[in-house]
């Protein structure tokens, strides 16, 4: 909702997050993924409509990254969002899995530099 709602308003993230410029959790990287607790807890509190929305967007798993894409939203507030989620019980947040010991592909390290030098 960040362009615009159904009457065509503006709304401005801040809005979204009770003027909060900060997450309040350091859990949340672009690849963590998360899933909305089912049942929900029937003791939370009231969704404003961007939770709910969030809330949708993750019935199966799905990473932060992806989410805010979906929601077409900045990182920051879809993160600030999710620490209420997370913090409330509605959702389970899953760190990246690390990977093995190997070494890293340099090659394909030197590609990938390469193609975000052209964007």
């Given at each position: 909702?960040?362009?615009?709602?159904?009457?065509?308003?503006?709304?401005r993230p801040?809005t979204?997050?009770?003027?909060?410029?900060?997450?309040?959790?350091?859990?949340?990287?672009?690849?963590t993924?998360?899933?909305?607790?089912?049942?929900?807890?029937?003791?939370a509190?009231?969704?404003?409509?961007?939770?709910?929305?969030?809330?949708?967007?993750?019935?199966?798993?799905v990473?932060?990254a992806?989410?805010?894409?979906?929601?077409?939203?900045?990182?920051?507030?879809?993160?600030?969002?999710?620490?209420?989620?997370?913090?409330?019980?509605?959702?389970?947040a899953?760190p990246?899995?690390?990977?093995?010991?190997?070494?890293?592909?340099?090659?394909?390290?030197?590609?990938?530099?390469?193609g975000?030098?052209?964007?």
């Amino acid at each position: 909702m960040s362009g615009g709602d159904a009457a065509g308003r503006l709304v401005r993230p801040f809005t979204l997050t009770g003027g909060r410029t900060r997450p309040s959790r350091a859990d949340f990287t672009l690849i963590t993924t998360v899933t909305a607790v089912d049942p929900q807890p029937a003791w939370a509190d009231r969704l404003q409509p961007e939770h709910t929305r969030i809330l949708r967007q993750c019935a199966r798993p799905v990473a932060v990254a992806e989410l805010a894409a979906r929601l077409d939203l900045p990182m920051s507030v879809v993160v600030i969002l999710l620490c209420d989620l997370l913090e409330s019980g509605r959702i389970t947040a899953h760190p990246p899995h690390p990977l093995c010991h190997a070494e890293p592909d340099l090659e394909l390290l030197q590609k990938v530099r390469d193609g975000l030098g052209h964007l």
